[in-house]
């Protein structure tokens, strides 16, 4: 693959994971506005209600979403989709830690809105964090190897 296509397919997995995360915050935002019980309950891990913690999450996701899109630097943009997707990991280990197995309440009350069982949900979430942590690693990862080939190439000219 030529040194040329790296910006493509680097792009292209920027601008499905700003589409994935606008969803998400969307999701949580809107959320947060319901009236839910679940919203009234404190968060575990950071002891804040979930309504404040969707909003601030929410609106940290917006942010990324609009780096993924609008940003000029891929591998800061990608290695900001990878920080997020960590510290989404790390959320969710925190919560297993402690004993926490029901399923997350990332959406709130939108899976009641849209006749989706939680578990379903949190098994979408789950699936769009793999994707996350697993295609922000892996471009990296490739962006890194296609540098180093470049920088052995001029090395050897």
Not at 85 to 93: C, K, P, S, V, W
Not at 130 to 139: N, P, V
Request: overall charge positive; glycine content about 8%; some cysteine.
């Amino acid at each position: 693959m030529t040194i040329e296509m790296q910006p493509k397919l680097a792009r292209l997995f920027l601008y499905s994971s700003g589409f994935l995360l606008m969803i998400t915050a969307t999701a949580k935002i809107v959320s947060s506005v319901g009236s839910v019980r679940v919203l009234q309950i404190s968060d575990p891990v950071f002891g804040i209600q979930f309504r404040h913690l969707f909003l601030i999450v929410g609106g940290i996701e917006m942010i990324v979403c609009g780096y993924c899109f609008f940003g000029k630097r891929v591998r800061q943009q990608i290695a900001l989709v990878s920080l997020l997707a960590t510290n989404f990991l790390i959320y969710r280990l925190g919560m297993w830690f402690i004993g926490w197995h029901r399923p997350c309440p990332c959406l709130g009350n939108l899976t009641d809105a849209l006749h989706i069982l939680p578990q379903t949900a949190d098994t979408a979430m789950k699936i769009i964090l793999a994707y996350l942590l697993i295609g922000s690693y892996a471009t990296l990862f490739w962006l890194w190897r296609q540098h180093r080939k470049v920088e052995g190439r001029m090395m050897n000219d």
